[in-house]
């Protein structure tokens, strides 16, 4: 990939940089910013050198969303010049971009005189403004990018013992996963609402805990010694929240995070492991099953193992943490990517980054 610090003469040129400001919006107002401070580096370096910059972003699945809280909040944070930079609409909005259509693309190429990528977080989609466009004119990788590409390269070779902590909630997208990491890594620690399929599966009650209704066939991973599950749950039971036993999940009641003795589990694993890995949250953190998630975040971050942490939710659950001054150490990479973050893991690269080579 070449760095946008290749780029030979950028004075009065043109750039159209692809950021990830797919960031969560409440209220009209920006909620987390971390994907969109981890791109000023590169809008910096480039305004530096004399470049125009067409920031181009997509908000929400389906493109409908408008860009405004976005645009205000890109200008709250930052000081650069107002006529230097300017936003292009919601890509999204148009078919195009997400068909990869090379009309759309060049459409998109004719803004500019060099294309940047600064957008880890969607470079596993196959996109327009991502794939398409860098047939058109040269292109570039941001520092952004590049440096998510650096950190993740690590965890390609990592140091064993390796400990992988798989949460969250969308088990079809996340089977693959398991069944690669159950190769790649020691351990393999299955929580959140994917532990309720491996649950389900064994014949427990789980109550009305949320869970994948599709059958798969989960035979061949229980066998495995690698895999972990919880051994005790945080259970919503009424108005109260109660620590059971697997097998003590009332009919009306609903899994909401992990026990305490599974964290206490957690613990002497991320004490002997060199590399962990953790993508998202081990209880619906939203509604108030955030505890084991909080607890097993502090013992990652205190240990002495190299740790990769990447995915919207358990980074929203990270920040939380840090604005209540909790310092990250440099053993710690957080990535802006969720999918894209477990793409490159498991591929060792993305098509928007091979786009680029
Ligand atoms: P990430 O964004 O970190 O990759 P996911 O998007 O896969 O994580 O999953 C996050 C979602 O999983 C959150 O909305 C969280 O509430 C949900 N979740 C985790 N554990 C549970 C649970 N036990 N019951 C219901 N939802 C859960
Ligand atoms: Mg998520």
Redesign the pocket.
């Known amino acids: 990939m070449r760095s946008i610090e290749q780029i030979k003469d950028l004075e009065e040129k043109t750039v159209i940089v692809r950021v990830d400001f797919n960031v969560p919006i409440k209220n009209g107002k920006v909620e987390d910013d971390f994907k969109m401070i981890k791109v000023l580096p590169t809008i910096d370096f480039l305004l530096k050198k004399g470049a125009r910059i067409i920031l181009i972003t997509h908000l929400g699945k389906d493109g409908s969303a408008s860009l405004e809280p976005v645009i205000r909040h890109f200008w709250e944070i930052s000081k650069f010049e107002k006529d230097k930079v300017e936003f292009y609409e919601n890509v999204r909005k148009f078919p195009g971009e997400e068909e990869n259509d090379p009309v759309f693309a060049k459409k998109l190429a004719s803004f500019g005189d060099i294309y940047v990528n600064d957008a880890f977080a969607v470079s596993h989609r196959m996109h327009a403004s991502i794939v398409g466009i860098t047939e058109y004119l040269p292109s570039y990788a941001g520092f952004q990018l590049l440096e998510e590409v650096k950190n993740l390269s690590h965890a390609l070779s990592p140091e064993h013992p390796f400990l992988f902590i798989l949460?969250?909630?969308?088990f079809s997208?996340?089977i693959p996963l398991i069944k690669k990491y159950l190769v790649l890594a020691d351990q393999v620690f299955i929580?959140?609402?994917l532990?309720?399929n491996f649950f389900k599966t064994q014949g427990y009650e789980i109550g009305q805990?949320?869970v994948d209704e599709i059958d798969y066939n989960l035979g061949e991973i229980f066998k495995n010694p690698k895999l972990i599950l919880p051994v005790d749950i945080i259970v919503k039971s009424g108005d109260k929240l109660v620590n059971k036993k697997i097998g003590e999940v009332g009919k009306d009641e609903?899994?909401?995070?992990a026990g305490r003795e599974t964290v206490k589990k957690l613990a002497l694993l991320i004490k002997d492991s060199k590399f962990i890995l953790w993508?998202?949250?081990?209880?619906?953190?939203?509604?108030g099953?955030d505890e084991a998630t909080k607890q097993v975040l502090k013992l990652v971050l205190e240990s002495k193992a190299q740790v990769v942490i990447?995915?919207?939710?358990?980074?929203s659950v990270l920040s939380s943490l840090e604005s209540k001054s909790y310092k990250l150490k440099p053993n710690v990479f957080v990535s802006t990517g969720?999918g894209a973050m477990l793409d490159f893991l498991a591929n060792g690269t993305l098509p928007g980054i091979k786009a680029l080579e």
């Open positions: 949460g969250g909630a969308k997208t996340k929580g959140g609402a532990a309720n805990s949320l609903n899994i909401l995070d993508n998202g949250p081990l209880g619906k953190y939203e509604a099953g990447g995915g919207g939710d358990i980074v969720g």
